[in-house]
Every structure is written in C-alpha cells, then in structure tokens.
C-alpha cells in the first residue's frame, strides 16, 4: 500500500509517498481503506523531530474509510460499514489504516467531513468531563474560535451549559452562531467576560495557551476550576489540570456525535482536502497558520 513516510527529520520536503505492508487489526481492531484522513499540528511536529526521535516515521492518527477486514472479536460493524476514528498507532495517512476506536460515518456526511474531527472532538470531550461540565454550568473558554474550541463550545452547550468564548474580533460573529456569548481576548478581558457574568463564571477551559491562567483562576475562584489543553508551564505554575489523553480518553464522543450533528446541534467545520501525493502541501498550509478549516488528505 501507499503511505506517507519520512527518513529524515525536515521541512515538508522529506516527506515521501512509499509502498508499506498492508497491516492488519487484532482483536477488536477494524482495518479500514482509507478515504481520507486527517492532518494535524502533531504531524509537523513529528516530522520535525519535535515528538519522536525514531525514523523512519509515518503520519496520521485519525481516518474515515471502508471497513475492509475484521479484527477477532469485532461484531458491531461488518466488512463495507463507513467509520471514522483513531488509528492503532501511527499511519492514518495511508491506503489502508487499521482502527482501535471507531463509530459509523454519519449518513448525511462524507469521509473528509469526518476525517479530521476525532481528535479535537476527544480533546474538547475528556477536557468537559473532567471539568464537570453539565446543564446550569457557566463557562468560559478561551480560544473558542479553533478546531477543539469550536468543538468544545458546541459540546458544552449541548449539555445544557452557558458559555462564553473568547477570540480575536473577526471571530466573534461566528462564535455567536455556534451558541456561544463572544468576547475579545486581550487586555480587559477579565471586566469584559464580568459585564457578561458579573459573579464570575463556574468553570474555564484554556484551548488557547495565551498565558490567562491566572485571569481564569480569578473569574472561576480556583485552580481546581480551571483546565488547560494548551499551556503545560502554566498548568504547573499556577496548579491548573493540564488534560492528557493518558489520563483517561473520551472516546465515548465518537458514537454520540452522529445524533448530534443529524439533529443539528453540532456543526462541522470547513474542511481543505489535498491529495494524498500533495500531502506536503497540506502541511505548508497548516505550518503557515490561521486555517480555520481542517486539513484533509484524500485516499484513493
């Protein structure tokens, strides 16, 4: 089959298109032919050398495709079923991805639809669990405007949650359309989020990585109400839960957001495909910043 592989660590240009062995699932595995699959700030890091130090590497950590061939014990889907989830290990971005985690593509969408959602969609997921986030809460978060913000906000006020995002100003009309209340980051944000709720908020999810910890800590009433996805230092400095996925994934996410997207509570993000072949292309455009859409690469 035909992945994506580097040798070396570098710029997009030691990304290579390689023939691999075809791998297959154990138990409980699915392997899929993939028909798209996602691309992530993760993946350049790897491939910079910022992540893993072993080569040759391959790339991608969520697809959609075609069920293919079961893993032993697998019975809740069957060879030609549509999914989309995460991969084993590595090598999403390939004709063939075996699956540990898996849910149906929802009817009404397509693969690249679909592709890239995972991984934001747990992140936004197991940062709300562990927050408490539940119907009556009132949070705040800040970065909302990004693909696990986005995500994060819909989620939380699909739990019956008030929430208010933070972004940059050209951003705050569509915070407004995803339920959210919006407000400028920046200087003053601490008065701006109180004239919104003036008791401050019950709880606050840091998506952005800005150094605001302490202003959150400050409108929640402690560091136990606060979680950061983004600011590893900060967490540490000012006693904020930094959420990891070792701690505990929320791959519950991956069979509740079919109904929720069919019944129009949550809306996917734009999505920019690329070719496989062009996938170092998809990187540049996501190295290069502000891409609101998610970064797809299209399989067969």
Excluded at 58 to 65: D, F, K, M, V, Y
Excluded at 86 to 107: D, K, M
Excluded at 184 to 189: A, E, M, R
Excluded at 254 to 279: H, K, N, Q
Aim: aromatic content about 4%; cysteine-free; hydrophobic content about 45%.
């Amino acid at each position: 089959m035909k992945a994506v592989r580097y040798s070396s660590f570098g710029g997009p240009e030691v990304l290579e298109l390689v023939d691999l062995p075809d791998p297959h699932p154990g138990p409980g595995q699915v392997r899929i032919a993939v028909r798209a699959a996602g691309v992530n700030p993760s993946d350049w890091k790897k491939r910079r050398g910022l992540m893993d130090p072993e080569l040759p590497g391959t790339l991608g950590h969520e697809a959609a495709g075609v069920v293919d061939e079961l893993g032993p014990g697998v019975t809740d889907v069957s060879v030609g079923d549509r999914v989309f989830g995460f991969t084993a290990e590595e090598g999403a971005q390939a004709e063939r991805a075996v699956l540990s985690h898996y849910a149906p593509v929802p009817p009404s969408l397509g693969f690249a639809d679909v592709a890239a959602m995972p991984a934001a969609l747990e992140t936004a997921t197991r940062a709300l669990d562990q927050l408490g986030v539940q119907s009556g809460s009132t949070v705040l978060v800040n970065g909302a405007s990004g693909s696990v913000g986005s995500a994060a906000v819909q989620l939380a006020v699909a739990r019956g949650a008030r929430v208010i995002g933070t972004a940059g100003p050209a951003n705050q009309e569509y915070l407004g359309s995803l339920g959210a209340e919006p407000v400028v980051y920046g200087d003053g944000l601490v008065e701006r989020v109180r004239a919104l709720a003036p008791d401050g908020v019950d709880l606050a999810l840091d998506v952005a990585g800005s150094g605001v910890l302490p202003e959150l800590i400050g409108l929640t009433g402690g560091a136990d109400r606060v979680i950061t996805v983004a600011d590893f230092a900060g967490a540490q400095a000012h006693g904020v839960r930094f959420s990891r996925g070792d701690a505990g994934r929320a791959l519950h996410v991956l069979g509740e957001i079919g109904e929720l997207i069919d019944s129009g509570r949550f809306s996917l993000p734009a999505v920019r495909t690329f070719p496989l072949a062009d996938v170092a292309e998809a990187h540049r455009a996501g190295e290069r910043g502000r891409v609101r859409e998610k970064l797809v690469l299209l399989v067969g």
